[in-house]
C-alpha cells in the first residue's frame, strides 16, 4: 500500500527558511517523479513544482511563485522527497501536500500525503 | 500557462438530485490530460477522474467525466450525503495547473 508522510512543518518568520520532508513506502521510489502541492488556509490548490525520476535524471520544474525561493530535491535510497524553502513570504502559509506523480511526463494525482503546516507570520 | 476557470463556483443541490461541473480552459488541453479531484475539509484531495473520463480506482459509477479541448464536465449523476464537497479540476498537459474549484453544498 502506498504511503506518503509529510513533516516538517511550522512556524518561521517572514525571510525564514524550513525543510519539509516527505517520506514514501509501497512502490518503487526511483521510477516516479513526486510532486508538491500546497494550499492557502480556505483557497484552492496550487502545484509548487516536481522532481523528475532517476531516468529523467532527477530534473525539476517550480511554479513562478517559487522559483529561486525553493529547491526540491530527493534521496532515493531513503525513500524521501525534500522542499526547502527559503525567503519565505506570509503568502507561503499553506498546507503542503507530497504527491506521487506517474513513471513519465503526464500523470494525475492518485496518492497523496495528509500535508503539512507552513506558517510564515512575525 | 494554461488557467482554468470552473463554474459555478458554488453549487446548491439536494441528494438524489443531479450535478453538472464545469471546467473551460483557456487553451486546448492535448490528450485530455484533464483530471478531477474530491476534497472534504481537512483531508487530502481524492483523484475521480482522470484522462477527462476515466473513473479512478474505487470510484462509484455515479462520478463521470466528459469533454476534450478545452471543456470539460463532471456530472454526478445522483448525489449521495458524502458527496457534498469542493471539486477541482486539473490539467497536466502543460506543467500541472488546477482550477479554482466548485462547491458542492447541501440545499
Known amino acids: 500500500e502506498v504511503h506518503l508522510v509529510e513533516s516538517g512543518g511550522g512556524l518561521v518568520q517572514p525571510g525564514g527558511s524550513l525543510r519539509l520532508s516527505c517520506a514514501a513506502s509501497?512502490?518503487?521510489?526511483?521510477?516516479?517523479?513526486m510532486d508538491w502541492v500546497r494550499q492557502a488556509p480556505g483557497k484552492g490548490l496550487e502545484w509548487v513544482g516536481r522532481?523528475?525520476?532517476?531516468?529523467?535524471?532527477?530534473?525539476?520544474d517550480y511554479a513562478a511563485s517559487v522559483k529561486g525561493r525553493f529547491n526540491i530535491s530527493r534521496d532515493d535510497s531513503k525513500n524521501s522527497l525534500y522542499l526547502q524553502m527559503n525567503s519565505l513570504k506570509t503568502e507561503d502559509t499553506a498546507v503542503y501536500y507530497c504527491a506521487r506523480g506517474g513513471s513519465g511526463s503526464y500523470y494525475s494525482y492518485r496518492y497523496w500525503g495528509q500535508g503539512t503546516l507552513v506558517t510564515v507570520s512575525s | 500557462e494554461i488557467v482554468l476557470t470552473q463554474s459555478p463556483g458554488t453549487l446548491s443541490l439536494s441528494p438524489g438530485e443531479r450535478a453538472t461541473l464545469s471546467c473551460r480552459a483557456s487553451q486546448s488541453v492535448s490528450s485530455s490530460y484533464l483530471a478531477w479531484y474530491q476534497q472534504k475539509p481537512g483531508q487530502a484531495p481524492r483523484l475521480l477522474i482522470y484522462g477527462a473520463s476515466s473513473r479512478a480506482t474505487g470510484i462509484p459509477d455515479r462520478f463521470s467525466g466528459s469533454g476534450s479541448g478545452t471543456d470539460f464536465t463532471l456530472t454526478i449523476s445522483r448525489l449521495e450525503p458524502e458527496d457534498f464537497a469542493v471539486y477541482y479540476c486539473?490539467?497536466?498537459?502543460?506543467?500541472?495547473?488546477f482550477g479554482p474549484g466548485t462547491r458542492l453544498e447541501i440545499k
Open positions: 486539473q490539467q497536466y498537459d502543460t506543467s500541472i495547473t
Open positions: 509501497g512502490f518503487t521510489f526511483s521510477d516516479h517523479y
Open positions: 522532481s523528475r525520476n532517476k531516468a529523467n535524471s532527477y530534473t525539476t
